[in-house]
C-alpha cells in the first residue's frame, strides 16, 4: 500500500501566478482533505471532498480551489499567488465509513515557495 | 469555534527519560475525537495516539499515553522510555464527530529534543 501520494514535493511559483498541487488517497478511502502549514505554525484545514465535491472549508479566500476525481485523486488550485502562500500544503485521506476506521493518513506534503 | 492550545513551544528530555506535553482545548460539544501527531523532518504527519471523548479511560500507545481530563478539556501526551527516534515536531488536534467530520484542529505544536 503506497499510502497518500503528493506531488510535486518542491515547488518555486511567481507571485501572481497560479499553481496545482495533487493528491492520491490511501486505498481504500474515498475523502480528501488539504491543510496550509505555514512554517512554525501547525497545519489549517483548507478543505475537504468527498463524492467529487467540496463538504467541508476552512477560512481560505476563493482563490483556493479544488477537485476530486472519480478515482478519489484530488488537486489543490491556488490562483495569483501571494508571498503569504509559501508554506508545506498537507494532503490527509480517510474514509467515510465508520466500520473502518477513521483515522486520516497524511502525505508528506507539497512545499510551495512564492517569490 | 474550537481552539487548541499547546502553550510549549519546546520539550528537552534524555533517553530513556519520561517526558510529559501539554494540549488543552475549547469546545461546547461533547462528542468529538482528540489526537496527538508526530511529524518528523520528512514532514509526514505520523499519528501517536487518538482519544475518544466518550471514553473515560485513557489511552495508550505502547510508549505512549494520554491523560484525558474532559471536563478540564487537558489532554496530554507522556512519552515513557525516550528514544532518539522520538524527537519531532508534535501537534495536538480536535475533531468533532458530526458535520465536521474529518475536519481536524492543530494546536502550533510542541518540538521535542531527545538527548543522548
Known amino acids: 500500500d503506497a499510502g497518500v501520494t503528493q506531488s510535486p514535493t518542491h515547488l518555486i511559483k511567481t507571485r501572481g501566478q497560479q499553481v496545482t498541487l495533487r493528491c492520491s488517497p490511501k486505498?481504500?478511502?474515498?475523502?480528501v482533505s488539504w491543510y496550509q502549514q505555514a512554517l512554525g505554525q501547525g497545519p489549517q484545514f483548507i478543505f475537504q471532498y468527498y463524492e467529487e465535491e467540496e463538504r467541508q472549508r476552512g477560512n481560505f479566500p476563493d482563490r483556493f480551489s479544488g477537485h476530486q476525481f472519480p478515482n478519489y485523486s484530488s488537486e489543490l488550485n491556488v490562483n495569483a499567488l501571494l508571498l503569504g502562500d509559501s508554506a508545506l500544503y498537507l494532503c490527509?485521506?480517510?474514509?467515510?465509513?465508520?466500520?473502518?476506521?477513521?483515522?486520516?493518513?497524511f502525505g508528506q506534503g507539497t512545499r510551495l515557495t512564492v517569490v | 469555534a474550537q481552539t487548541v492550545t499547546q502553550s510549549q513551544p519546546e520539550m528537552s528530555v534524555q533517553e530513556a527519560e519520561t517526558v510529559t506535553l501539554s494540549c488543552t482545548y475549547d469546545t461546547s460539544e461533547s462528542d468529538y475525537y482528540l489526537f496527538w501527531y508526530k511529524q518528523p523532518p520528512s514532514r509526514q504527519m505520523i499519528l501517536v495516539i487518538r482519544q475518544e471523548a466518550y471514553k473515560q479511560q485513557n489511552a495508550t500507545e505502547n510508549r505512549f499515553s494520554v491523560n484525558f481530563q474532559k471536563a478540564a478539556k487537558s489532554f496530554s501526551l507522556k512519552i515513557s522510555d525516550s528514544q532518539l527516534g522520538d524527537a519531532a515536531m508534535y501537534f495536538c488536534a480536535y475533531e468533532l464527530v458530526t458535520d465536521s467530520w474529518g475536519k481536524l484542529q492543530f494546536g502550533a505544536g510542541t518540538q521535542v529534543v531527545v538527548t543522548p
Open positions: 490527509a485521506s480517510s474514509s467515510r465509513d465508520h466500520s473502518l476506521n477513521t483515522e486520516a493518513f
Open positions: 486505498s481504500g478511502h474515498d475523502t
